[in-house]
């Protein structure tokens, strides 16, 4: 699964998710990507990406928690993601990206790995796949 | 404040024994990916078009599964999927179960932009890329042979895999501390 997650200066923010789904895959299976709020979300505080187990990642709603623990907890996006990704979901089985209005970036997962790159504005790049 | 871009390529079970000749040209696609969403943030494009962009681009390189590359239906098909969301409007548009569509992605943004839905799937979905007019490939452009090979070994095992998960072995010779011949993993 592939994704990607962007704010401009102003803090409008926007996510894109596309992927294959799962290797052996029923046909007609759906996965994360495409619900809203599982695999991909975005709203005026942040926007998120989420790639791994597609069932557990509608099951948890990945990406509306973070989004929603924001809203209605006061967290900052770091907080949020890395309490999503670490007690909502079983060990495994996400990650994630995600960036917020004020230009915040995290790259949580749980997994051993995820392939992940960002930027921003003060001139941070990272590419990563492991911790 | 400040722009900021952040952009994955799969997530799973990725061992550190992954050999440089696989590793190498995935972290490679990461900075042209991101280097491409950079320049486009700095030209002033919209974080909409950013995203689009970068995932467009992302769905073009074999080595992730989106786009060329997807992995593989039992069936031994590619059934792909995709979605985009502006955050200030909640505008959003989504598509599941192509098999022709080149970049799934800009079948979304035109699911959001061009219907008064939010999510086309399959038949329907083939049908709108079409009415659009977006490139559409035979579905062989996107089965790779290592798709090909993941598939025959899940098969084998009767397991699903995730983006990046290492192959399976049969049961009897299971260890999970061993270490992999050629260090790839096999999810999604």
Known sequence: ?131 | MGWAIALHGGAGDIPRSMPPERREPREAALRHCLQIGVDAIKAGRSPLDVVELVVRELEDNPHFNAGRGSVLTSNGTVEMEACVMVGDTKKCGAVSGLTTVKNAVSLARLVMEKTPHIYLGFDGAEQFAKEQGVETLDASHFITPENVDRLKQAKEANKVQIDYTQPIQKVEEEDESASLPNGDSQIG
Not at chain 1, 58 to 64: H, K, L, S
Not at chain 1, 86 to 100: F, H, I, K, N
Not at chain 1, 109 to 128: K, P, Q
Request: with cysteine; charged share 15%.
């Open chain 1, 1 to 131: 699964t592939v994704g990607c997650v962007a704010v401009d200066s102003s803090g409008n923010l926007a996510a894109a998710t596309s992927t294959g789904g799962l290797v052996n895959k029923m046909a007609g299976r759906i996965g994360d990507t495409p619900i809203i709020g599982a695999g991909t979300y975005a709203n005026s505080l942040c926007a998120v990406s989420a790639t791994g187990k597609g069932e557990a990642i509608i099951r948890a709603t990945i990406g509306r928690d973070v989004a929603a623990l924001m809203e209605y907890k006061g967290l900052s996006l770091e907080k949020a993601a890395a309490y999503v990704v670490q007690e909502c979901a079983p060990v495994g089985t996400v990650g994630l990206v995600a960036v917020s209005a004020n230009g915040q970036v995290t790259m949580p997962f749980n997994t051993n790995g995820m392939f992940r790159a960002c930027a921003n504005e003060d001139g941070y790049t990272h590419v990563g796949i492991w911790q």
